[in-house]
């Protein structure tokens, strides 16, 4: 089954980075658009980023206003990983950060998220 797995999260001073994995398992990446999504507390899930698919360059990307200048989202074709670094972090960046692939057919997959903390 397709699946993909989130790591790289933790608690982290304000100011500090955070470097964030999306690994996926019975699919190969490269076909994939792939969007990194964040929901804190009492709030509704957000996109963040999102990379284009490729086919061997690293593909076009967005980044929502509030984490550009400070997010950078790449991918590795070679490892099947998605990257999401995070420098410059607030605490407002606190939530629970998801991966969500979604396959030319529309068809979507999402990780288990990986819990951010940005606090002193």
């Known amino acids: 089954q397709l699946q993909l797995v989130e790591s790289g999260g933790g608690l982290v001073q304000p100011g500090g980075s955070l470097r964030l994995s999306c690994a996926a398992s019975?699919?190969?990446?490269?076909?994939?658009?792939i969007g990194w999504f964040r929901q804190a507390p009492g709030k509704e899930r957000e996109g963040v980023s999102c990379i284009s698919s490729s086919d061997g360059s690293n593909g076009s990307t967005y980044y929502a206003d509030s984490v550009k200048g400070r997010f950078t989202i790449s991918r590795d074709n070679a490892k099947n990983t998605v990257y999401l670094q995070m420098n410059s972090l607030k605490p407002e960046d606190t939530g629970v950060y998801y991966c969500?692939?979604?396959?030319?057919?529309?068809?979507?997959?999402w990780g288990q998220g990986t819990q951010v903390t940005v606090s002193s």
């Open positions: 019975g699919f190969t990446l490269n076909y994939y658009s």
């Open positions: 969500k692939a979604v396959a030319w057919n529309g068809i979507a997959t």
